[in-house]
């Protein structure tokens, strides 16, 4: 009779919750990389990805892995994206780095939320 094994290992892979911190961390770490010719085709190369886990383990001291840093750029664009398209030609809209939300008179989100309520979050929502 063979003998069946079953594995009884499960790779836990460790999840992050990604703190504002982390987040201008691992920005700061992509222009870096950006600035030192580590992106070709608008891809970042492995050699950037290896720079950035390195730093940021340093800097955060969390065991970042290619994976972490690859899903939260992902991430981070799609929320890009989502507010490039929202205020993308839209009048009387300005960042505001500081609280880092988009900023309007009230007449001028009112008239904005008309359209499509599903924006109402950006009004008080940090991205």
Not at 39 to 65: C, K, S
Request: aromatic letters at 12%; glycine letters at 4%; hydrophobic letters at 40%.
């Amino acid at each position: 009779m063979g003998n069946k094994s079953k594995k009884n290992y499960v790779a836990r892979r460790d999840v992050f919750k990604w703190t504002e911190r982390m987040d201008d961390a691992f920005i700061n770490a992509l222009v870096r990389q950006q600035r030192l010719g580590n992106r070709v085709d608008r891809v970042f190369t492995t050699a950037a990805y290896d720079n950035m886990v390195r730093e940021l383990r340093e800097n955060i001291g969390m065991p970042f892995e290619k994976d972490h840093l690859k899903n939260r750029l992902k991430t981070l664009k799609n929320n890009f994206k989502e507010c490039f398209d929202i205020f993308n030609g839209a009048n009387g809209f300005v960042w505001s780095p500081e609280n880092k939300v988009w900023v309007a008179k009230p007449e001028t989100w009112k008239a904005f939320v008309k359209v499509c309520l599903h924006f109402l979050s950006c009004l008080t929502s940090n991205i």
